[in-house]
């Protein structure tokens, strides 16, 4: 599961083939699917339907971040369209071991995501449970906003707790990613990136992705 993870997010949706086949060919590890319902956050992106046809356009791993309520509702439907990883966020979802039992029950990697103002200690008596934890780096909503730099010390806190727990549990890491910070990101502790607008809004995304691919294999 480790390694890097590009948003489609900040994609040419007219031409989501040859956006995928790109960062694919560019060696990125998985693609990252933002699902956002317009109520948990303040923007509408795609669904099921979308991830079902990126499915179909690559063999990648798909990890469906969902920013959506009512996530029950969805997961049998993104596990049908493929998705390979779901996670959900601890703000919402309160019956948060429920809900990550559904995901595992449909044999997916499950993570809880955290919001920039979430404390790690809210999400201790689900870590047993995850595959992942999604730190996000940014407000969730929108891509190419700026890495919040607090988000640091809650990867460097986490990556302890799993240490001394022994926990089988990665660390994911999404918004204002480039090639310029995710050495610190990973020195931190975190084994999982997402990026998204550094690679889209680039002048040559192979180009973007294979910088940060090198960043991340630096010791
Ligand atoms: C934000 C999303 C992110 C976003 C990352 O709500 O969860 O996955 O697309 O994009 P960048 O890399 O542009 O911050
Ligand atoms: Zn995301």
Redesign the pocket.
């Known amino acids: 599961m480790k390694g890097l993870y590009t ?1 489609i ?2 994609a040419n949706f007219s031409n989501l083939e040859s956006e995928i086949k790109l960062v694919e060919s560019a060696g990125v590890q998985g693609i ?1 699917c ?1 699902i956002m319902d317009g109520h948990f ?1 303040p923007n509408i992106s795609y669904g099921p339907m979308v991830v079902s046809a990126v499915n179909k356009i690559t063999e990648l791993p798909l990890d469906v ?1 969902l ?1 959506i309520d009512n996530c029950d509702l969805f997961i049998k439907e993104f596990a049908n369209a493929g998705a390979d990883y779901i996670s959900v966020h601890f703000e919402n979802n309160i019956h948060l071991h429920r809900t990550i039992s559904l995901i595992k029950s449909f044999n997916l990697k499950a993570g809880v995501a955290i919001n920039p103002s979430t404390t790690i200690t809210n999400i201790i008596e689900i870590l047993p449970f995850v595959d992942y934890v999604l730190i996000m780096s ?1 407000n ?6 700026k890495f919040i730099e607090s988000s640091l010390e809650k990867i460097k806190a986490l990556r302890r707790l799993i240490i001394k727990n022994k926990y089988n549990c990665h660390i994911q890491v ?4 480039d090639a310029s910070n995710i050495r610190v990101i990973k020195n931190a502790g975190a084994d999982m990136f ?5 690679i889209y809004r680039a002048k040559d995304k192979i180009k973007a992705t294979k910088l940060i691919l090198k960043e991340i294999s630096k010791k």
């Not at 969730?140 to 906003?145: A, E, I, V």
């Not at 999404?174 to 990613?177: A, K, P, V, Y």
């Open positions: 948003s997010l900040s990252h933002d956050v971040h920013m940014v969730p909503g929108y891509g190419g906003q999404d918004g204002g990613i997402v990026a998204g607008a550094s």
